[in-house]
């Protein structure tokens, strides 16, 4: 079935460090995949997203790389602050055409400063 | 992101008891979905809306899960006869007529006790 794997689970680093969650995904269908952040009790919101006819995305400290062969995108968060502590999920759109999320288990990513 | 407002944030029920979770889309939102996450888990599918009816569900809405958007405003998740199983945060979500991605609503915390 449909599926999308995140690695690490929890991830720890020192403040100005960079950090990388990565994802795969199982339906080679998927044509949009975007990342969440999601703080403690509150709604996941959309950080960055990407295309499937795009393969690499930026936002400032963010970016995102997709490689549709190996079926595998990434989360780069560069000179990492403590407010980016958080639990970030990566999604796939899956099949069915009604544009569902897949959602990751999700990363709790810690800054320590 | 647009604010996307569910109510009540928090609900304690009975086990048995029918529970009706409420979302306001904004106006241009054309796909409706709802997610739920167990604490700790990720954010998991539920059921698809479209055009006034159901386009996808998960094997997780079963026959006590039902969907409406009555007044064609809000947009409601009922539970009929809730299980302990079914604590969680349930989000709205939405896709807008410009093709953005999803907005999330703010979250009803579930608790059955």
């Known amino acids: 079935g449909e599926n999308v794997e995140q690695h690490p689970s929890t991830l720890s680093v020192q403040e100005g460090d960079s950090a990388v969650i990565k994802c795969t995904y199982s339906?080679?269908?998927?044509?949009?995949f975007p990342w969440y952040k999601q703080e403690l009790g509150k709604r996941p919101q959309l950080i960055i997203d990407i295309r499937s006819n795009v393969g690499e995305k930026k936002d400032q400290r963010i970016a995102v790389t997709l490689n549709k062969t190996a079926k595998h995108f990434s989360l780069h968060i560069t000179e990492t602050q403590p407010e980016d502590s958080a639990v970030y999920f990566c999604?796939?759109?899956?099949?069915?055409?009604?544009?569902?999320?897949?959602f990751g288990a999700g990363t709790r990513l810690a800054v320590h400063p | 992101e647009p604010e996307v407002t569910q109510t009540p944030s928090h609900q304690v029920t009975q086990m048995g008891q029918e529970v009706i979770l409420r979302c306001v889309p904004i106006s241009n939102h054309l796909y409706f979905y709802w997610y739920r996450q167990i604490l700790g888990q990720k954010v998991e599918f539920l059921v698809s809306?479209?055009?006034?009816?159901?386009?996808?569900k998960s094997e997780i809405f079963d026959d006590q899960f039902s969907v409406e958007r009555p007044d064609g405003s809000n947009f409601t998740l009922k539970i009929r006869s809730t299980k302990l199983e079914d604590s969680a945060m349930y989000f709205c979500?939405?896709?807008?007529?410009?093709?953005?991605?999803?907005?999330f609503g703010s979250g009803t915390r579930l608790t059955v006790v």
């Open positions: 999604a796939a759109v899956g099949r069915g055409g009604y544009n569902k999320l897949i």
């Open positions: 339906d080679s269908a998927s044509n949009y």
């Open positions: 809306f479209y055009n006034n009816e159901i386009s996808e």
């Open positions: 979500a939405f896709i807008g007529g410009t093709g953005d991605g999803y907005t």
